[in-house]
């Protein structure tokens, strides 16, 4: 059994900066791709950013230039830095993983945590 939790959400002024954090545990051989989805009320959910085993990165548009994706591979941790933020990003965020367990390889997904972006 694979778990992801993520921590770090909650209510920030716009302009502010905050840091989300999503530990993978259990029966883990290896992690590939991590990466950080989001979901506003009425809207589709959207990629982020994501992150490669080798520490290559790619992000949406909007977030280029104010969010940094990042992991710990020791710890089994993904990493998403947000500066600079507007209402725009207030929204439900998840990580999610590509995790090599015995023995296939299964994605999986985080329980969400809320970021809401206000004065």
């Known amino acids: 059994q694979v778990q992801l939790v993520e921590s770090g959400g909650g209510l920030v002024q716009p302009g502010g900066s905050l840091r989300l954090s999503c530990a993978a545990s259990?029966?883990?051989?290896?992690?590939?791709?991590m990466g950080w989805f989001r979901q506003a009320p009425g809207k589709q959910r959207e990629l982020v950013a994501q992150?490669?085993?080798?520490?290559?990165?790619n992000y949406t548009d909007s977030v280029k230039g104010r969010f940094t994706i990042s992991r710990d591979s020791a710890k089994n941790t993904v990493y998403l830095q947000m500066s600079s933020l507007k209402p725009e990003d207030t929204a439900v965020y998840y990580c999610?993983?590509?995790?090599?367990?015995?023995?296939?390889?299964?994605?999986?997904w985080g329980q969400g945590t809320q970021v809401t972006v206000s004065s």
């Open positions: 259990g029966r883990i051989i290896s992690i590939y791709r």
């Open positions: 999610c993983a590509d995790i090599y367990v015995p023995w296939a390889t299964n994605n999986y």
């Open positions: 992150i490669s085993s080798g520490g290559t990165t």
